[in-house]
């Protein structure tokens, strides 16, 4: 039978999903991750760290136990291994990426998704009267949160780093780099590598701070420019997470530049991004897919969506490797070339 218990419960899962992901955001704001990274805390403990109220503060930590982010260790709250990704100090730290999606600018964008959807309207656009880059880049901490949110959610940088062969490689550019997360990750881990990232003005700033151990020793430049007009030689240029940002027009013009941008007879270009399969519901993907729509305008494409803007930029694909988080590396290779 339809519309039994089972049902109903899964369907209310999704309707208070945002209540969840908000109490998440609150977790993270509040610093709840980085009060627990020492070891269990009873609520009172916690909420004396934390200077806020024990008993609303208890309340947010059974949700949070519910969705398995904290747990009860002998009557005290202890972080999960998914819980710790929320503490500002871990390595793989996710809290930044809690706040950028909790930004207000995110929500309204989102509250346009059924005028989006009727109209075909851009719902950023609809609610901003702009697109989301020119928003960013008259709004410093808004910058600011939107590249530290974008690098907490790259991990897949190392992978990346490790899944091309840069051997024969002696400059790379970072096209869209942002604050530098995957260039980071190329040059620590190819020394032989120069890299250079390149990005609107309001990313300069957190680019140079991330960047600024490989720009002292000469193997890094930070340089501002737009994409769409042209973009730096190298043997190498990554994209990562920039064409789905953009419609198909647009992000022609951005292969094609890099296409320009290669050296006679060779060069690659390495694409990072979720490729939405033929058949199947990967829902991260499509998540992102519509967030894309929300945001940009641009969207996830299908391998063969890939295929034919690679094509008409003059590149073909050349490979392909499965990163964590449902991303993939594309590499693509001029056609002649
Ligand atoms: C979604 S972020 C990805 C950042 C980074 N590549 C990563 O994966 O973390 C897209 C980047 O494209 C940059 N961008 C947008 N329009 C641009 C343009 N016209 N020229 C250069 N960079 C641009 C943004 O500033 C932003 O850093």
């Given amino acids: 039978m339809t519309g039994g218990d089972a049902d109903r419960r899964e369907l209310l899962r999704l309707l208070v999903g945002p209540w969840v992901g908000k109490a998440v955001a609150v977790a993270a704001e509040l610093g709840v991750a980085d009060g627990l990274a020492d070891g269990p805390r009873t609520g009172a403990e916690l909420a004396d760290e934390l200077r806020v109220r024990q008993e609303p503060l208890e309340r947010l930590l059974r949700l949070l136990a519910s969705v398995d982010l904290v747990h009860d260790d002998a009557g005290r709250y202890a972080l999960t291994s998914t819980g710790e990704l929320l503490g500002s100090a871990h390595p793989a730290s996710m809290r930044e990426q809690a706040l950028l999606y909790d930004s207000p600018y995110f929500r309204e964008a989102w509250d346009r998704l059924a005028e989006g959807v009727r109209t075909?309207?851009?719902p950023f656009e609809a609610a901003f009267g702009e697109d989301v880059f020119s928003f960013i880049a008259s709004r410093p901490e808004e910058a600011r949160r939107f590249s530290s949110g974008m690098a907490a959610g790259v991990g897949y940088a190392d992978a990346l780093a490790s899944s091309f062969d840069f051997s024969g490689v002696s400059k790379v550019?970072?096209?869209?780099g942002g604050d530098g997360a995957v260039l980071e990750a190329v040059l620590s881990r190819h020394e032989h590598v120069i890299g250079v990232l390149m990005d609107l003005p309001a990313a300069m700033e957190p680019a140079r701070e991330r960047l600024l151990p490989y720009i002292a020793e000469g193997r890094c430049t930070v340089v501002e420019g737009d994409f769409l007009q042209g973009v730096p030689g190298a043997d190498a240029h990554i994209l990562s997470r920039v064409l789905h940002n953009?419609?198909?027009?647009?992000a022609q013009?951005?292969?094609?530049n890099c296409r320009a941008a290669m050296p006679a007879g060779g060069g690659r270009v390495l694409i990072a991004e979720r490729v939405l399969p033929d058949h199947g519901h990967p829902w991260l993907s499509l998540a992102f897919d519509v967030h894309m729509m929300v945001m940009t305008g641009g969207g996830e494409r299908t391998g063969s969506e890939y295929q034919s803007i690679l094509k008409q930029a003059g590149l073909r694909p050349v490979g392909e490797t499965e990163?964590?988080?449902?991303?993939?590396?594309l590499e693509a290779a001029p056609v002649h070339g």
């Fill in 120 to 122: 075909g309207v851009r």
């Fill in 253 to 256: 013009r951005i292969l094609s």
């Fill in 246 to 250: 953009w419609d198909d027009a647009s």
């Fill in 323 to 329: 990163m964590p988080l449902e991303m993939r590396l």
């Fill in 173 to 176: 550019v970072d096209v869209g």
